[in-house]
């Protein structure tokens, strides 16, 4: 069965345009969720929409509004959002190019693949995304999704295309309010030389198959576990001691470091006054001798 399209409609630049379908990139149906139940009947709870004055409503009788001052609301309907349908609903209209790398990672948002629809789209496309991809750019256009019109990029990936929607400047916080209070300061040279002999020590490719969600994993575990009507106890990360001198902590990461003094046990410190006691006496007995 082949994946349901999120979008349909027309990729455009200039006067060049070719119908594509919008797929999303990534699924969530994977996780584990939970549903909340009655602790004793176990039924699941549906969540029901309540009206203050009324009590228990249908959701049919909902409307949406949207609040212009405290508690005051302007009501807005389907002929109110059909008023302002745009060009985007239907076409991906190129606006720009930017190269690629140059988008901020913090404005990206979700990430979607783009095909051709059938075989007559394909040599536009084809072409289009060779384009992008012998030029190094990202196009930016605009379509509209879940009633919302995005802006988004538009790049060459493997056979198809990579579309990803960017958040709006005002969705994303300054950093000073985080930051502001972090000195800039230089670090003493021999400790980042040690930090950046760390980096390259454990500098290796990317592989997201080495770094499954753990936690999914362990849960999913319990949750077999508790099907056959076993408790697992599953044991929890040991803790790390405090770091006390950073210097000593990157050259024992780069196994430069000598091996940390034993430390002395309440018997061993107990032990030396006796030692000194018993040496003191024999030097006496050996005086006494003479």
């Not at 999120?6 to 060049?16: A, E, P, T």
């Not at 049919?60 to 609903?89: C, F, H, Q």
């Not at 930016?140 to 990936?157: H, M, P, Q, W, Y």
């Amino acid at each position: 069965m082949a994946p349901r399209a999120s979008w349909k409609g027309y990729l455009k630049l200039s006067l060049v345009s070719c119908p594509v379908r919008l797929y999303p990139a990534t699924s969530t149906s994977e996780r584990i969720s939970f549903h909340q139940l009655h602790k004793d009947t176990h039924n699941r709870i549906n969540i029901k929409p309540v009206d203050p004055e009324l009590g228990l409503v249908e959701r049919s009788d909902l409307v949406k509004g949207y609040e212009y001052e405290d508690k005051k609301y302007v009501i807005i309907d389907e002929a109110d959002l059909d008023s302002v349908r745009i060009e985007s609903n239907h076409t991906l209209n190129i606006e720009a190019f930017v190269e690629e790398g140059s988008v901020d990672v913090i404005y990206q948002d979700a990430p979607y693949y783009l095909a051709p629809d059938g075989a007559m789209a394909e040599e536009t496309f084809v072409v289009l995304r060779e384009a992008l991809r012998q030029s190094g750019t990202l196009a930016i256009a605009r379509l509209v999704l879940s009633s919302r019109e995005r802006v988004v990029t538009i790049g060459a990936r493997e056979t198809g295309m990579f579309v990803c929607t960017l958040r709006s400047p005002n969705e994303v916080r300054g950093t000073a309010e985080y930051f502001g209070t972090i000195p800039a300061g230089n670090p003493d040279p021999e400790m980042l030389d040690l930090a950046k002999a760390l980096i390259k020590q454990k500098l290796t490719s990317f592989d997201p198959k080495k770094y499954e969600d753990r936690y999914e994993i362990a849960l999913m575990t319990m949750i077999k576990e508790k099907l056959k009507g076993h408790k697992p106890i599953i044991a929890a990360a040991p803790e790390r001691g405090n770091v006390i001198n950073l210097m000593d902590a990157l050259k024992a990461s780069l196994g430069q470091a000598k091996p940390p003094a034993r430390s002395k046990t309440k018997t061993e410190t107990a032990a030396k006054p006796a030692e000194k006691l018993a040496a003191a006496a024999g030097k006496s007995a050996s005086k006494g001798k003479k």
